[in-house]
């Protein structure tokens, strides 16, 4: 499934890849950084090296494989994740209330985040199988009953906000490759109707996490603790920042979560106003080739499996930043190749490897 490609890689893109994951080794160094410990690399900073490096080699083959090959085992490679999801939820550990990840001795894996890229590559397989009826109704009922599956483990690890992720990717493929709209605003509808019945299947630390979205006030120790101090952290940083290695909300620990989820609030502490515009325009500047790679893609595989890419680092990045100033409620994503994480930064690069290798294809 590796071939030699004649097109140009675009530099670019690659360019702001390899920046936007030397940076997350950056921040995650600040964020468990000891300065009473003597300053050196903590364990978390050296696995995260390790990732970004195996990161890469994934990237590599991505971007030189054929990905049209890669659609005839798509559903193979799909349903080995599910099998994965569904041993994580009969055998897998349990932490901080959820079973998310399979311990591999010094490593663990966390199955839902490959499920991001395995589900496109399914997905962009059964529309590029329909595509003279790819507008019906019973192509769009079949995308939805494709998904549902991953949607509904996921659900009952339970990890509330990658179960959503799959929704935006869901709409973006099927608008992008061809299909109604109407159907999109019909499942919209359906949704916000059945809002009652989706609200009773939350647990209770999700409910209070929607509550305390409205008034963090709510619970300022609980469960609004974590976002009164991430706003805390970003608006004290200002427009240049207090510097790098100089946050006080993570050095002296009292925002949790800061090497992963709420990573950004490390960056707008220590880097200001500034700092995270200039990352925010990294990501702008990702997703842009990624959008002109799905506008120039000559096949309605990579067409759809560019969309599905691009759509869920968007995504990924929108609502992490957005919860960590308080837009939107916590739900545990993690901010592509920042957060501290081998499966999410694995999974995101193979993601960009992909997108390397559709306009490589496209530019020949």
Request: glycine share 12%; charged share 15%; aromatic share 12%.
């Amino acid at each position: 499934m590796i071939t030699a490609r004649r097109g140009r890689i675009d530099k670019v893109l690659l360019l702001a890849v390899v920046l936007i994951s030397l940076l997350g080794i950056v921040f995650i160094y600040s964020a468990t950084w000891d300065r009473e410990a003597g300053g050196g690399l903590d364990a978390l900073v050296l696995k995260q090296i390790l990732w970004v490096t195996a990161g890469f080699v994934f990237l590599f083959i991505a971007a030189n494989a054929d990905y049209l090959k890669i659609m005839d085992f798509a559903y193979v490679i799909y349903a080995l994740n599910l099998a994965a999801l569904v041993f994580l939820l009969l055998f897998g550990g349990e932490r901080y209330g959820a079973r998310r990840w399979i311990d591999m001795g010094p490593v663990s894996l966390q199955p839902s985040e490959f499920v991001k890229i395995t589900v496109i590559l399914a997905l962009a397989a059964f529309l590029g199988g329909r595509r003279e009826k790819i507008a019906t109704l019973g192509t769009y009922a079949g995308a939805i009953i494709l998904i549902m599956p991953a949607v509904a483990l996921i659900f009952l690890q339970p990890d509330l906000g990658t179960a959503l992720v799959f929704i935006p990717v869901l709409f973006a493929m099927l608008f992008l490759c061809g299909g109604r709209v109407k159907y999109i605003f019909l499942s919209v509808a359906a949704g916000l109707a059945g809002l009652p019945f989706f609200w009773s299947l939350l647990k209770d630390y999700q409910k209070n996490r929607l509550m305390v979205f409205i008034n963090p006030n709510l619970d300022p120790l609980g469960a609004g603790y974590t976002i009164i101090q991430s706003k805390i952290a970003i608006g004290s940083g200002g427009i240049f920042g207090k510097g790098w290695l100089n946050g006080t909300q993570s050095y002296l620990k009292f925002l949790p979560e800061r090497h992963t989820d709420f990573i950004f609030s490390v960056i707008g502490e220590e880097w200001g106003f500034i700092g995270a515009a200039a990352l925010i325009g990294l990501y702008a500047l990702l997703i842009a080739r990624g959008i002109r790679i799905i506008a120039v893609a000559d096949d309605i595989y990579g067409k759809a499996v560019a969309a599905g890419v691009v759509t869920l680092i968007s995504f990924q990045v929108f609502v992490n930043i957005s919860m960590t100033i308080g837009l939107m409620p916590v739900v545990g994503l993690p901010l592509p190749a920042i957060s501290y994480g081998g499966s999410n930064t694995v999974a995101t690069l193979i993601g960009a490897g992909f997108l390397l290798a559709i306009g490589r294809k496209a530019d020949r």
